[in-house]
C-alpha cells in the first residue's frame, strides 16, 4: 500500500461522529501508515478498532507496531470466508484497503453488508484516477443495498476514495 498523507487521514476522520462506543473495522492486506494512524485515533477516542488483515504475514508484522488496548484488534482474516460476522459485532465504518479481485468483489460486499450498522459507511480506497474500477464499485454498492455513493479524488495523493452507506429499511 501507497503511504497515506496523515493531514489527509485527519480531515476524513472528521466525519466520525463524537459518539461512544464507535467500531471501525480495516481489510488490509499490506501498509502500515493507516492501521497506525486508525489505531491512534480509535485508541485517543475510546473507539474500537479491528484490523482484518488478509495476509498472515502482515497480521503478525502489524500488530506490534498498534496501541495496546483490548478495543484494538488484529486478525489473520482470510477474504474467502463464507461469512464475516464475528461474535454479533456491528461496525459504523469499514476501510478497506486491501487489493478484492473483481471476481471477489460482490461477494465482499454482500458478506460485508450484515456487520455494518444500519447507517454506517464503507469507505473503499481504490487508485487514484481508475474510473473503471470506480464505475465497477459503484455499480455494485447499489446493487448491494448500498446508497449515497461519492467519490472523493482530491484528499489523497494515490487514492481515490468511494464512500456509501449501508441502506437500511428495505431489502437490505
Known amino acids: 500500500m501507497k503511504p497515506i498523507e496523515e493531514n489527509a487521514l485527519k480531515q ?7 459518539h461512544p462506543q464507535i467500531r471501525l473495522l480495516h481489510f488490509a492486506h499490506s501498509g502500515e501508515d493507516l492501521p497506525q494512524m486508525l489505531a491512534s485515533f480509535a485508541h485517543q477516542n475510546d473507539y474500537g478498532y479491528q484490523l482484518h488483515a488478509t495476509d498472515p504475514l502482515y ?3 502489524v500488530a506490534p507496531l498498534l496501541p495496546k488496548s483490548p478495543e484494538i484488534k488484529v486478525q489473520h482474516f482470510p477474504l474467502s470466508r463464507p461469512r464475516y460476522m464475528q461474535q454479533g459485532k456491528l461496525y459504523d465504518f469499514v476501510f478497506v484497503t486491501a ?13 460485508v453488508h450484515p456487520i455494518i450498522k444500519n447507517g454506517g ?3 473503499l480506497f481504490i487508485p487514484k484516477g481508475d474510473h473503471t474500477q470506480r464505475f465497477a464499485w459503484m455499480q455494485l454498492l447499489e446493487a448491494n443495498y448500498y446508497v449515497a455513493s461519492n467519490t472523493i479524488d482530491d484528499l489523497f495523493k494515490h487514492y481515490d476514495l468511494l464512500i456509501s452507506r449501508k ?5 437490505g
Not at 476524513?12 to 463524537?18: S, T
Not at 471476481?103 to 458478506?111: D, K, N, P, T, V
Not at 441502506?167 to 431489502?171: A, C, N, S
Open 59 to 61: 497480521a503478525k508484522s
Open 167 to 171: 441502506m437500511h429499511g428495505w431489502g
Open 12 to 18: 476524513l476522520l472528521q466525519i466520525i461522529p463524537d
Open 121 to 123: 459507511s464503507i469507505m
Open 99 to 111: 487489493d478484492i479481485e473483481a471476481s471477489m468483489r460482490e461477494a465482499f460486499l454482500q458478506r
